[in-house]
């Protein structure tokens, strides 16, 4: 009875490695986010879907790329993971895409490249 | 844009002492206040927020937080604090127009003395 869940808890891979992060929500939310979270516990948003459309972009590298296959999955993709990009990865979920959208966090993916 | 300042990186109570976490946040217009909790390798749980109306919200566990427009402050207060409160406190600011994107604070480590 999960409400947001992550899969993998722990990702450990190399450099240069491509790797995914995968997110479901069973809140029946139309918006879904990624949160980077940094080595001093900075959290910063990265992307935001609604319906399965994007729509906050971050300054976040190419390399990442998300996708929504529909409005209860927000996937995360990363091509050639570099040492900057360890860190624990939040997928959270809202309601609707406006202000009163109170958001709710999974349990984070901890990704650590060597 | 908005921002949001937590002052105090860590905070150390007794058990049963009464506890005041602060935040101050930079916003130009009313803005949307959350507090999130994070115990060690878990998720952001939501505490507590304030869209309008009444500045003195009730939250979980016991928690309540005050907004002060003259200080562009919401401090998160707890008269007794219980050892299981010890944790990561971060507070995070909304914008009240366009899509939801949450702002977080640097966070307030809580540790609780016996």
């Known amino acids: ?114 | 844009a908005q921002s949001v300042t937590q002052p105090d990186i860590h905070i150390t109570v007794s058990e049963g002492a009464s506890l005041e976490l602060r935040c101050n946040y930079s916003y130009g217009a009313t803005p949307y206040l959350f507090w999130y909790v994070q115990s060690p390798g878990q998720g952001l749980q939501l505490l507590l927020k304030y869209f309008s109306g009444d500045t003195l919200v009730q939250g979980i566990k016991g928690f309540e937080a005050e907004f002060k427009r003259s200080q562009s402050s919401f401090n998160l207060r707890k008269p007794s604090v219980h050892w299981s409160d010890a944790a990561e406190y971060f507070c995070a600011v909304g914008a009240n127009t366009g899509f939801q994107k949450l702002v977080f604070g640097t966070g307030t480590r809580l540790l609780v003395s016996p």
Request: charged share 20%; net charge positive; hydrophobic share 30%.
């Open chain 1, 1 to 114: 009875d999960t409400a947001v869940s992550q899969t993998p808890k722990y990702l450990v891979t190399q450099m240069g490695n491509d790797k995914s992060i995968k997110c479901e929500q069973n809140l029946g939310h139309d918006t879904m986010y990624w949160y980077k979270q940094d080595s001093k516990k900075f959290l910063k948003i990265m992307f935001s879907y609604n319906n399965k459309e994007l729509i906050i972009n971050e300054t976040v590298p190419n390399r990442f790329s998300p996708k929504s296959p529909d409005k209860a999955h927000l996937n995360l993709h990363i091509n050639s993971l570099e040492l900057g990009d360890s860190a624990v990865y939040f997928c959270a979920s809202s309601q609707e895409a406006g202000p009163r959208g109170t958001q709710y966090f999974g349990p984070g993916t901890r990704l650590l490249v060597l």
